[in-house]
């Protein structure tokens, strides 16, 4: 059995062949993908795939969030739409959490302030509803731990992580105990030896775990 924990189904380079690409990952024996959203515009897109193809995919869930990617050309209002919709899919099963959301430091060209802004802002809704966080970190460990660390977040997903293996960022994901039940996906660092990086980071990550410091429930290596 496989789990996607990040597949973004609903791209636009799926949008001929998403039966098919469902209809494979079934094939291969997967049985869970989390679906994530990327801006405003995109929520309702997400929903109707989760709930298509949920009978294909028993785990295919959702979230709802506005990835740093694409702040440049959200509105605040957008964090008004964020939280309707959020309260529209409390019940609904497969809605699972915030996301994608995080910091982007290495696309030149993203409004640093506005990144912030809205990450900070979804955090907020995250802990207003007790939701977990699917996390973009891209040359950004740092400043997403400080505003981790003025938050309680129930859980949640980092993804894209390529800090170092140092103890406050190999346990950024569970700061002060807040994230206590996560899913640690380590990406392949942007520079230097990047399987020793990972090796590195994850061996860091076990020894933290082992020594009770938090509770890692699972570990994904991203070498894309």
């Not at 690409?21 to 997400?46: T, Y």
């Amino acid at each position: 059995m496989w789990i996607d924990t990040h597949c973004h189904l609903d791209a636009p380079e799926f949008a001929k062949s998403l039966p098919n690409v469902v209809d494979q990952a079934k094939q291969s024996d997967v049985r869970a993908i989390l679906l994530p959203a990327v801006k405003a515009a995109d929520f309702e897109q997400v929903k109707t795939i989760a709930a298509q193809y949920g009978d294909e995919i028993p785990g295919l869930v959702y979230t709802l969030g506005i990835h740093p990617l694409y702040t440049n050309q959200a509105h605040k209002a957008d964090i008004a739409v964020l939280d309707e919709q959020i309260t529209r899919s409390l019940d609904d099963p497969r809605f699972v959490g915030i996301g994608e959301i995080g910091l982007d430091y290495f696309v030149e060209d993203l409004d640093p302030h506005k990144q912030e802004y809205f990450f900070n802002a979804q955090l907020d809704l995250a802990q207003k509803y007790q939701l977990p966080v699917v996390l973009h970190v891209r040359r950004s460990q740092d400043a997403i731990l400080k505003s981790l660390r003025l938050r309680k977040i129930t859980g949640g997903i980092a993804h894209a992580f390529n800090g170092s293996n140092s103890p406050p960022q190999a346990r950024f994901i569970s700061p002060s105990g807040q994230i206590v039940d996560a899913l640690f996906d380590i990406a392949n660092p942007a520079s230097g030896n990047a399987n020793d990086g990972i090796f590195k980071a994850t061996v860091t990550l076990g020894q933290f775990a082992e020594a009770g410091e938090w509770k890692l429930q699972y570990l994904l290596i991203d070498d894309n």
